[in-house]
């Protein structure tokens, strides 16, 4: 079971209020505030892909560029240490740090989805 919604290449959370009993979420990974809300799941669904089409309407006509979520690039705050062992272990592979921290984390992610396959 997925707690998030997927459209156009949009991440959108899913979540309950308890106070106004309806469900209701924003897109994720973006600077710009894209909320929606619905009495069912359908609802919250359309509501969410609604928004996002309307976003990347605005956007258009606005000739502005749509924001896209997980660019590919974070800052990560690791301590000096690691950053110091990270950098020898990289010039040890004759690679940079980023390609080297992506080849960590592919291979971690790797093995922690074919551990969800496998239970």
Same mark, same amino acid.
């Given at each position: ?43 919250? $669904? ?21 924001? $896209? ?32 921290? $992506? ?12 551990? $969800?396959?496998?239970?």
């Amino acid at each position: 079971m997925k707690n998030y919604l997927e459209y156009k290449g949009y991440i959108g959370s899913v979540e309950y209020s308890n106070e106004d009993n309806c469900l209701f979420g924003k897109v994720q990974g973006i600077r710009s505030l894209i909320s929606y809300e619905g009495n069912s799941v359908v609802e919250l $669904k359309k509501s969410f892909e609604n928004m996002v089409d309307s976003y990347l309407n605005d956007c258009q006509i606005n000739k502005t560029e749509a924001e $896209k979520p997980y660019k590919g690039s974070l800052n990560i705050r690791i301590g000096s240490e690691t950053h110091r062992i990270l950098a020898m272990q990289a010039q040890e592979k004759d690679i940079t740090i980023n390609a080297f921290i $992506k080849e960590i984390l592919d291979q971690y992610i790797k093995v922690g989805y074919n551990k $969800k396959i496998l239970h």
